[in-house]
């Protein structure tokens, strides 16, 4: 039995196929089209997963759509009718697009797919709660998914067990925490649905200032996390823009422009969202604890990305354990839309063992031969030793120690936002500098952003004050205080905090000692485990930076070209490809430098 699902034509579209329950491949449009977000029709995703289970499209016994389109356009009519007139230069400029495309989902998907089958429909929130559940180890659960907007529902509650999933509770349109983050996000000068991740990363900076106008004016928040929004602070409702001029109002300052350097008056927006945001999310979770006297815990939406606040939630909301599907936002939809076909609707058993998840580590996407990857340096003119593993391994662990930046695509692609040691840039965390560098000189992004650490998961606990599994990079964790130094922010503001030396894994610890962990584990990832294996031999030390392969407005690399274009156009020291070993310093001009520069889309 072939279930492929489908997410597209919002953000971040995707493709993912299971086959008899096994979840054999997933991936985003982006990865392939190289544009960031990308919510085109997933053609080149969906090509990838019908490749890599070896079927065709006429294998497929049904194809299932992760939102149900003519309940989402009922949502879109009522809010223009909400608001009217206000918005009838936002309504003219969206009708035209459901009115020729968006309402014939399932037209399209024929056609464009050349399919004869059974074409379903899954509502977005019932698709994120099957993301969550049914991949996760746990025979039952409680299920909590929270985003911008599904059709109506903005946050469900509900459980899973065995095969069969529950919802209970939902929040409705305009009512949304995921859509308040992004306001949030736009008024501190990043771009909606993907600087989202940015304004977590600039909380830390500021301090809390703002919550109780956030709390007495933006929003009204109920014991069991449920919450009402006060329309006159947005515009997204029917509007072009997330906030209004009230909004602006009230905080006595305008938006700061797109790509702008964030102030201390930002920062301290920016920390008084997150614990507004974190205050509802540990909220709503123990009223899901409360109401359906589950042990554990499951989490998707978009806003289950929010690393900061899934560490509270596991700490504080009773539950003894939480698993967050690492896909957790729209693209994840596609994988939770098929898992419902197969379990939901069809009814089929699943198995699970309470310690392992079905996610595969997330290792989900596109992987290539040695032939291939050697044919493109080839074609490139690249200059390369071919090791031995173990060599190869203690190189690149040396490289690494001696402060070079190591380029690392490995195997499969990952499914979802972070790079979880396959398509992946790595640095010594040890290293005063390191965070600097790599954010100006390869990632080309805001000098404040932290990077997250990849730790051996037996050493975790030698590092970090954390005992649990972090595989997904989807909690954050403290550094331990022995390993931390004398560090105040008397005196102190802003980026200045940056430069103070904080612990002897100086480039991974931010400003407030945390660090957004990823755990490794032999079973999943065996070579990028052994690498860290290796690095503790040389150093003592089982930590490293471990960041995505790409720079800022690139989606992650998906295929050695590339990776490549990638380490020839930043300042990567060393590029490790499969078993190929590159150094930057011994590789011939490129020629399509400037064209790659150029093709970069704006963040």
């Not at 599994?469 to 905090?497: I, Q, W």
């Amino acid at each position: 039995m072939v279930i492929l699902g489908i997410s597209a034509f919002y953000h971040d579209s995707a493709a993912a196929l299971v086959r008899d329950g096994e979840i054999v491949a997933a991936a985003q449009q982006e990865r392939f089209s190289r544009k960031k977000g990308d919510e085109s029709f997933p053609r080149e995703a969906i090509a990838y997963c019908l490749d890599e289970a070896g079927v065709s499209i006429q294998d497929v016994d049904y194809v299932v759509f992760y939102d149900k389109p003519l309940v989402k356009f009922d949502r879109i009519l009522a809010s223009y009718i909400h608001t009217a007139p206000k918005g009838i230069r936002s309504f003219l400029m969206a009708i035209p697009v459901w009115i020729k495309q968006k309402l014939w989902v399932e037209e399209y998907i024929r056609k464009e797919l050349a399919y004869k089958g059974t074409v379903l429909f899954s509502s977005h929130h019932q698709a994120h709660a099957a993301s969550a559940f049914y991949p996760s180890p746990f025979e039952r659960a409680a299920i909590l998914t929270v985003d911008g907007a599904g059709e109506w529902n903005t946050t469900t509650i509900g459980y899973g067990e065995r095969n069969r999933i529950t919802l209970l509770k939902h929040i409705d349109f305009p009512h949304s925490l995921g859509l308040l983050y992004s306001a949030f996000t736009y008024y501190c000068g990043f771009k909606v649905n993907s600087g989202e991740y940015k304004l977590m990363g600039l909380a830390p900076y500021g301090e809390p200032k703002y919550v109780d106008v956030i709390k007495n004016h933006i929003l009204t928040i109920r014991e069991d996390g449920s919450f009402e929004l006060n329309e006159r602070y947005f515009d997204y409702i029917s509007g072009l823009t997330m906030i209004s001029r009230q909004f602006e109002k009230l905080f006595g300052q305008k938006a700061l422009p797109q790509g702008g350097t964030p102030t201390p008056f930002y920062m301290d927006v920016a920390a008084s969202i997150q614990a507004v945001t974190t205050e509802i999310l540990v909220k709503m979770a123990r009223y899901a604890k409360q109401i359906t006297g589950e042990r554990y815990l499951c989490l998707a939406g978009g806003v289950a990305l929010n690393c900061v606040a899934n560490s509270r939630i596991l700490l504080e909301s009773g539950f003894e354990d939480v698993w967050i599907q690492p896909a957790a936002g729209d693209a994840g939809g596609a994988l939770g839309a098929a898992l419902a076909v197969w379990y939901g609707y069809l009814g089929r058993e699943r198995k699970v063992d309470g310690i392992h998840d079905s996610q595969k580590g997330s290792y989900l996407g596109p992987s290539y031969a040695e032939s291939k990857i050697q044919e493109i340096l080839d074609a490139y003119g690249a200059v390369y030793e071919k090791l031995g593993e173990e060599e190869l391994l203690r190189k690149t662990a040396q490289a690494i120690a001696d402060g070079k930046v190591v380029g690392w695509f490995q195997g499969r692609s990952e499914f979802g936002p972070r790079a979880l040691g396959n398509r992946s840039i790595l640095g010594d965390a040890r290293r005063e500098d390191m965070q600097t560098t790599m954010n100006l000189k390869i990632k080309f992004r805001e000098s404040f952003r932290p990077f997250a650490p990849a730790v051996l998961a037996e050493d975790v606990g030698q590092w970090f004050e954390w005992e649990k599994a972090s595989p997904y990079m989807l909690f954050v964790a403290n550094v331990r205080k022995e390993h931390r130094l004398a560090f105040s922010k008397e005196g102190k503001t802003g980026l200045d905090l940056l430069k103070q030396p904080r612990s002897v894994l100086q480039a991974i610890t931010h400003v407030d000692f945390s660090a957004r962990l990823q755990t490794v584990h032999r079973e999943t990832n065996p070579k990028f485990y052994a690498l860290l294996e290796e690095f503790k031999r040389l150093t003592g030390c089982s930590v490293i930076i471990n960041t995505s392969f790409n720079v800022r407005g690139e989606p992650i690399v998906n295929d050695p070209r590339d990776a490549y274009r990638c380490f020839m156009g930043t300042h990567i020291d060393v590029l490790v490809i499969g078993n190929f070993y590159l150094e930057k310093s011994h590789q011939p001009p490129f020629q399509e430098l400037h064209t790659w520069k150029s093709t970069l889309i704006a963040d």
